[in-house]
């Protein structure tokens, strides 16, 4: 099977709209049993389209290798006009549930990429998120929104980080800001040590499992969702 490459025809096509920037959004960390989910966004300067070319090597982030991934991350933050990462907490994951929670991570990298950019009021901004449903808008109507100087207007699409440039490149920066964090919370902490995070990044690998079936959940862990039966857990 011939593998789909990422194109900005799609940011093209949102620039010829009159976006002044296209911005691609994509989440990492949603189906981790512990730890932050985030959503990374890259900014496109829609003036700059006609002459920019797709990073060599960039693909859907879960078709990458961690090292491939840490090698072209750099690069990435380069070649985009900006770019931003945002974090709902498992205690926001479990308290919101996760959808509203994607929805306040997206805006907070949102804020902070636009309020680095100096995109004020009256900026034409498009996004294209990654998937079927809209989590961005809904959340931006609620209490727990950040400020946001410009809410772009949302399109989705499916499979959007094999298709599109700029969500592609979201994925593999979101995807290597969470993985360091999931490496760095248990190296700070022996508490966390038999979760082994450093190599399932809080998702339910065969030993993850069975930390929590012997240990219980730790302080990090989203005890809303259905965690394997264990003891009292850890702080």
């Keep these: 099977m011939r593998r789909i490459l990422p194109t900005l025809a799609t940011e093209a096509a949102l620039a010829g709209?009159?976006?002044?920037?296209?911005?691609g959004l994509d989440e990492v960390g949603r189906g981790a049993l512990a730890g932050p989910a985030m959503v990374g966004v890259v900014a496109v300067r829609s003036a700059d389209l006609p002459n920019l070319k797709v990073p060599d090597g960039v693909a859907d982030s879960k078709m990458l290798t961690p090292a491939r991934r840490l090698a072209m991350y750099r690069d990435l933050e380069d070649w985009a006009a900006g770019w931003a990462v945002g974090s709902c907490s498992n205690?926001?994951?479990d308290q919101w549930g996760i959808v509203h929670a994607l929805g306040i991570a997206a805006l907070r990298a949102l804020a902070e990429l636009e309020q680095g950019m100096d995109l004020g009021p009256g900026r034409r901004l498009a996004a294209i998120l990654d998937g079927p449903n809209d989590y961005i808008t809904p959340a931006a109507d609620s209490f727990d929104a950040p400020d946001l100087p410009?809410?772009?207007?949302?399109?989705?699409?499916?499979?959007?980080?094999?298709?599109?440039?700029s969500v592609a490149c979201a994925a593999v920066i979101a995807k290597v800001?969470?993985?360091?964090?999931?490496?760095r919370l248990v190296?700070?902490?022996p508490a966390l040590a038999p979760y082994q995070w450093e190599h399932n990044k809080g998702y339910g690998s065969p030993a993850h499992l069975e930390?929590?079936?012997?240990l219980g959940?730790?302080?990090?862990?989203?005890?809303?969702?259905h965690l394997p039966s264990s003891g009292p857990g850890r702080g």
């Design 17 to 23: 709209q009159g976006a002044e920037y296209v911005l």
């Design 217 to 225: 959940p730790s302080r990090l862990h989203r005890v809303s969702w």
């Design 91 to 93: 205690h926001e994951i």
């Design 187 to 189: 190296a700070s902490d």
């Design 211 to 214: 930390a929590i079936r012997r």
């Design 177 to 183: 800001t969470r993985d360091r964090l999931m490496v």
């Design 150 to 165: 410009v809410l772009p207007k949302v399109s989705t699409q499916v499979k959007g980080d094999a298709h599109c440039a």
